[in-house]
């Protein structure tokens, strides 16, 4: 009788693994893999495509300003992926994610969240995660925080937007033409962050850039509402990105790959 039971209990276990390689294989990913990409179905018609590289250490998800995805963090992936599990998606809308109708959806915060957290619910990555975020990514992420503590390890955001921010006549929206679903997302995400609970008790590195344009006659203020953003969190600090504009990634990439790297344990980072 034992036996058989031991047998049975084998038999569960072998479905349950090889149902997993299945489920896995099915998304063309792995986290065993130094660098893979696949898509994966939230809904039935909107995918999320995302790249995974790394072998080892804490998972880290990269988030990007608006219309900008996996790309944009070229120049610091290869780095922090030497010490680190990192994982980088274009949101719906952006590069080879599914494009739907321009909605509000699109640019509200909970939305966003809910977008990514159900994506990596559905890889099987574990949390706790480390956030970086940059720009509108960047706010996204302080709504995940804010909203989601036990998921988040740490929060890196560079020059992240801030739901500080004046909500009439903000120097700090894009200049550039936004669709009104923009507007109104963006309008409601700030909202709902300053609406939420207090930043959790992790750590939080604010990157804030000084030179965003040549005499550009906001930069005291931005430097002043980025400093409000670090004091969000008990274990808050700013680094300013001397001489780089808004994507700090590009200009100086140095400066984020360090920030990720500090707030990994020694132990934990192999060289």
Not at 77 to 100: E, L, M
Not at 121 to 126: A, D, M, S
Request: proline content about 7%.
């Amino acid at each position: 009788m034992i036996f058989i039971l031991k047998r049975y209990l084998w038999t569960i276990l072998f479905s349950l693994v090889m149902g997993l390689q299945t489920y896995m294989a099915a998304y063309g990913f792995d986290m065993k893999c130094t660098k893979c990409s696949t898509s994966v179905k939230i809904s039935q018609d909107q995918e999320i495509h995302l790249e995974k590289q790394g072998t080892q250490g804490p998972i880290v998800i990269f988030d990007s300003g608006l219309g900008f995805g996996i790309s944009s963090w070229d120049r610091v992936i290869p780095a922090v992926s030497k010490f680190s599990q990192t994982i980088t998606y274009d949101r719906i809308g952006v590069g080879a994610s599914s494009h739907p109708k321009e909605s509000e959806s699109l640019y509200l915060a909970s939305d966003a969240v809910a977008r990514l957290r159900l994506t990596l619910q559905k890889l099987g990555v574990p949390a706790p995660y480390i956030l970086v975020g940059h720009s509108l990514g960047g706010l996204f992420l302080q709504y995940y925080a804010r909203n989601f503590p036990a998921e988040v390890s740490a929060v890196v955001l560079v020059d992240s937007a801030t739901p500080n921010e004046p909500r009439v006549n903000s120097p700090f929206k894009p200049t550039n033409p936004t669709p009104q679903a923009f507007k109104d997302g963006y309008s409601k995400s700030l909202d709902l962050i300053t609406h939420s609970p207090p930043f959790p008790n992790v750590p939080l590195i604010v990157l804030t850039a000084d030179t965003h344009a040549e005499k550009w006659p906001h930069e005291k203020q931005w430097l002043t509402l980025q400093t409000e953003i670090a004091h969000s969190s008990k274990m808050g600090s700013q680094i300013i990105a001397k001489g780089s504009g808004h994507f700090i990634q590009e200009d100086q990439p140095q400066v984020v790959i360090d920030a990720i790297r500090s707030l990994i344990p020694e132990k934990k980072v192999k060289q």
